[in-house]
């Protein structure tokens, strides 16, 4: 599972339908403790969320939003109701940075144009339910050597 600090427009096709895919499961997981994935690590910044289901909740409308503007149509009937957005978790740049190098890698094997249009990139958009703090990669995440060069 992979719920993105990044903004959603940097995924590929392949990338946004699996963020759409396990942003679900998320869901599900916040709405009942006990099923799926509840404990996997990507979920520990939204579970520590005094407002965790308004958060899973504004994400995935956002992730929708991107889809909308691709074109693609994500059934937000499957999100349990509208909303609203309460003030942005944060995220540590250092775990911005991750996921974006983590992302190129993915690119480069996926999907070349994206790649090469991203892969200078010296700002990244953050998914709007986040915002930046200092900080290195945080705890929860698993870790990979990323080579994309």
Known sequence: MRL????????DSKGLAGLW???????RCLYEPGIGY????????????????????????????????RGYNYDRTLLPVEFYKPEPMSVTVGQ??????FLLEKLKRRDKKLFVKFQHTTTVELHPRFTPIPGFIADWERV???QIN
């Open 4 to 11: 993105w600090s990044i903004h959603p427009r940097y995924l």
């Open 21 to 27: 895919r396990e942003g679900l499961g998320a869901v």
């Open 38 to 69: 509840s404990n996997h690590a990507q979920l520990k910044r939204f579970k520590a969320d005094p407002d965790r289901l308004a958060q899973i909740g504004s994400y995935m409308h956002e992730v929708a939003d991107e889809a909308d503007r």
């Open 96 to 101: 911005i940075a991750y996921e974006f190098r």
């Open 144 to 146: 990979k050597v990323l």
